[in-house]
């Protein structure tokens, strides 16, 4: 079971790798850095010392591995739109966007596993109809809007309904002034919370409940009754363990691909993290930092999927031997 | 005369389905002491599992159940589901088919075991875990200690099956019902699993329900013996009774598929026509397969059980007519 | 939205096995074809027939806006207060006084067009690719394999934008872009379900009798694909155009002054905590439900299509 994570570890490195390069390929294809010189004086000389300087001639293979090995040393070179050295702006917008995952993240997991078992537990009660149907709309619907409408609601909207100063719950970024965890934290991470979380529990909990009532028909449940266990003992010690098991890999796996929903909702809620640090970047032409934010995600994606194995190892004992 | 460990009578089982109504169960009476042996022969579908899950209570709720089970004197129709649980692995305890299935595949063996003990007595981790290792080495697994720690599929096909008895003895119930224990597994691991239910019920006086469709194993293990078909009870009675003068045509046919060790008896003759479906004809369940059948009668009048002796009955409208084979 | 009833106990279910076809006193004894077996069982599937319902009203109101529209493509009425729905307007009239209905129905055009093309195009793509890719096995399969996995390694949308970035972003290169990505899914999906196919008699039937590979992928292995990919394409339109929006909206997408319902959006998100906000709603409810009829309609063929259904 190591050696297969292992294994696997050293199988995604050639992908990352390849994966990088063709980024590299389409960013330096469409970018060129020595555009903002075309209207200088004399721009043509210039312009030919900037590519010399910043060896754009030279075969874009080359060009990828001195990039490569300089961001693998920590390196991720200077943004040409900002001028400012990438790495200082990818850290902290990393920062922001790891608070919003873990937020976002754990309140999924706890309401998406209640709503799973507790539909599945009791299939085809009036909850658990409203909630299947709240799902269908949850899985329908598409997270920028959902971000937008929330943020009108329940920004102003609330705000203006409750006849308030300030707002309930708000819209723009992730602190007021100073950082600190405190209610106006809590405040302003409510509504991006709420996006994420939405999409997120309407497939989870599917699943969840899927892989629930899946369990709940088996016959080590049926032996676990006829042990006479209380049923709480056998939802909570017996089903509950098995059913976890898949779903835990989804949503590891899943948490890897966060990094892409989060570009809306960081976008949506002017939250300096890397989801918005994208979008400005690519917007702007900003190669550099653009391939700083397509390794760094990459590399979250990876590390994800290596931990969705290991849980898998770790909660099955089936898959441990060899 | 004491009264029985386990009184059934005209239970019937119906399920909601899909496609209707299911009678699982119909009509069925019979009767178990303490201490004895009682088998249930029957084919798939003939309701044999779905009576002894109403028994241990653990019918889906799709199932309605009607009719009465009277155990140590007390109504289990109907009962307080938090009664039943306490009965459940207490007095009453079940061994399933497929011990593969019926274990939990993430937790260790030697929890699930001590866990049936833990549910319905107040008893240390440390005293749970020196019984578990007792009832593993009373079912014969070698190793116990090491056993114990070790999951489910790291064990044999016959270990797991012992394992399950193991869970099922563990607080010496009066009833173990056993459905179909040794029908998973190759022929020399079965001996070696009916040998474990013979230690048993040498130790303690507990009864056991045999269910199977193996009539070798009735003849090897069972006092007394009911055939089911189409989810009656078609014929009742002991097992010598039953197995040399069987008066029902289905038995005797059942009787007459085996094949003889001694060489003799030709071909083996088989049961014509296929199982009983959902719907059944009117008049006796078996009479579109049954040699004996007499169209007008047979197919028309559902045939009632006749006692014709304490303990032992059968259910055909012909069978004074047909006679006894010995 | 249909669920399936708890499952009798294992022994009355041989019982049942036996003869449920039998059983009704209501079933036919005439023949059905697969179509009419499958078009009877969509048919009973009401959250299907209300998707096809609301998807078809969509379509003709989008794509004969021409006729239905109240008022002039793009005409701006800059004299005009804006102001939320009423009788003439229904869905209001925004900040540069066009009625808004007009403008959504035709930027409706736009995204429905997109999503159609990309699912027909990505299916077509995706079935014969991943087919062959199952079918043929060894370094074949693995290469197609190692290529699917490149494209998860990024996150989607980063990968879309950037590929529209260097492409261009007219709609036809974000039909192209999209369904350059979209193919990988289906023919996953497809390669799998030719795995196992592949290993039923009837293919090595076909191969004894001297049929040649492809005659054997084409006759024998995709027509019992059809299920799943039909399904498939079908959930893919709405995938695909929710996917178009979200980079229209960000601004990667369609760009002005074509419409799309992602960069109206754009315009209306400006207009949030504004008495303008009523903006943000008719577009994103014309995605949702167009997701939810789309999606109703691919439960209902899942259903249908379903070759173990006993109805």
Redesign the interface.
Known sequence: MFAYSVRRLLVSIPLLIVATFLVFWSVRTTFDPTAKLATSRDSARVRAEMRERLGLDDPIVVQYGRWLGDAVTGDLGTSTRTRQEVSSMVWPALGNTVQLIVWGFGVSLVVAVGIGVFSAVRQYSIPDYVFTALSYVGLAMPPFWFALVASQLLGPGLKDALGLDDPVFYVVGLHSDDGGLDLDYLQHLFLPVLTLTVQIVASWSRYQRSTMLEVLSTDYIRTARAKGLRERVVVGRHALRNALVPVVSVVAIDAGLLFGGLIITETIFSIPGMGRLFVEALTAGDAETVLAWTLVSAVFVIVFNLLADLAYGLLDPRVRLS | MTAPLLEVRDLAVRFATEHGPVQAVDDLTYRIEAGETFGIVGESGSGKTVSSLAVMGLLPSTATVSGSIRFRGEELVGADPEELRRLRGDRIAMVFQDALTALNPVMKVGLQVGEIIAAHHDTSAADRRQRVVELLDVVGIPNPERRAEQYPHEFSGGMRQRAMIAMAIANEPDLLIADEPTTALDVTVQAQVLEVFARIQERTDTAVTMITHDLGVIAGVADRVMVMYAGRDVEQGSVDEVFYAPRHPYTRGLLASLPRLDGGGGRLERIPGNPPSVVLPPGCAFSPRCGFAVAGRCDQEPPARREVAPGRSDRCLRVDEIGSVA | ?S??????????V???D???G???PTAEAVPRTQWQLFRRRFVRHRAAMAGTAVLLLLLVACFGADWIAPAEKGKQDLLAEPAGPSWDHPFGVDQLGRDYLTEVLYAGQVSLRIGLAVAVISTVVGSILGALAGYAGGWVDSALM?LT???????????L???L??FGSSPLVITLVLAALFWMGVARVVRSQVLVIKQREFVEAARAAGASDLRIVARHILPNCIGPITVNATLAV?LAI?AE??LS????GVQRPDTSWGNM?TD??GF??TDL?FL??S??LM??LV??AI??IGDGLRDALDPQSTR
């Open positions: 939205m669920e399936a009833p708890p499952r009798p106990e294992p022994g009355v041989d019982a049942v036996a003869v449920v039998d059983l009704l190692r996995d490149l494209f998860l390694v990024i996150p989607q949308i980063a990968l934008a950037i590929a970035k260097r709405a929710v929006s979200t909206f960000l601004g990667f959006l209306a998100r949030v905590g906000s943000i709603y577009p994103g995605l949702l997701t939810l999606n109703f």
